[in-house]
């Protein structure tokens, strides 16, 4: 039978590339999108590919531009015929303090996070829904639920709208596609990787099992949510925080 076939956006470093390692270690074809790492993506390639006898292809590719998305579809779409697992998994952030936020650097975090995730959803979910079968698993934030910081008010409302969207994309794509939202709390990725040690260890203290998740806790989950396991978990926005202290 063909392998499986996942696309996972952003998945050069970070939550991505274990999410990418997920995948492949339970034998699907892994499409790892990225857009300026290129050699950490090769590199991820060439280890999953030997590793797991498995096929990848590297895109590079910026999920708020419709061009590069048409293209990625249609590069992957020849490569493996179908994509069966879109992970959303892109995003960015841009901490600092409000009076330094500009209307550019907000725009550009809801346009990669919010206007990112419709369009590539929008994109490949249209190839699952002519092939009759597919799941989506958007990762927001718990940002984007209840754990807000005035210095990432831009990341924050972008992830709330990716939570509100799973829903609009959920009812859409329905019922061929599953379409299910992952809001992760603190997690260890390069994104946290400046992170000042004092303010690390109070975050800490705020979590019931007083650390941060590691990516491969996170991945599980995602995984889960696209095998028949999870086969009547849709529209579902699923938080992985490690609890919160009352
Ligand atoms: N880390 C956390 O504590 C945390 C907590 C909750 C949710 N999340 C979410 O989890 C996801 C992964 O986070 P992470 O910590 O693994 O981030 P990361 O280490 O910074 O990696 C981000 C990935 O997104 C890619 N990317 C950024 N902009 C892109 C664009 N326009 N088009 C395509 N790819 C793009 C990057 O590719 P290149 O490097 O190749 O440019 C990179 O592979 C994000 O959605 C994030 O918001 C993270």
Not at 82 to 96: E, M, P, Q, R
Not at 106 to 125: D, H
Request: with cysteine.
């Amino acid at each position: 039978m063909d392998k499986k076939t996942v696309l996972i956006t952003g998945s050069s470093m970070g939550l991505g590339s274990a999410i990418a390692e997920k995948f492949a270690s339970n034998n699907y074809n892994v499409i790892i999108n990225y857009l300026t790492h290129e050699k950490e993506a090769l590199k991820l390639q060439k280890y999953l590919e030997e590793k797991y006898n498995i096929h990848c292809l590297c895109i590079e590719a910026d999920i708020s531009s419709e061009e590069d998305i048409r293209y990625m579809a249609k590069k992957a779409i020849t490569q493996f015929g179908h994509i069966d697992v879109l992970v959303n998994n892109a995003g960015i952030a841009h901490d600092c303090e409000l009076n330094m936020k500009n209307k550019d650097l907000f725009m550009r975090i809801l346009e990669v996070n919010t206007f990112g995730t419709f369009n590539v959803s929008n994109t490949i979910g249209e190839e699952m829904k002519k092939n009759g079968n597919g799941t989506i698993i958007n990762i927001a934030s718990t940002n984007g639920i209840d754990t807000y910081y005035e210095y990432s008010i831009d990341y924050d409302a972008s992830k709330a709208a990716v939570i509100n969207m799973t829903h609009n994309l959920a009812n859409h794509f329905a019922p061929m596609v599953r379409v299910n939202c992952v809001c992760p709390g603190w997690i260890n990725t390069p994104m946290n990787k400046n992170m000042d040690e004092e303010f690390r260890k109070k975050e800490e203290d705020k979590i019931l099992l007083n650390r941060f998740a590691e990516v491969d806790e996170i991945a599980d989950l995602v995984y889960f949510l696209s095998t028949e396991e999870a086969s009547y978990i849709n529209d579902s926005i699923i938080r992985i925080d490690g609890g919160k202290k009352c």
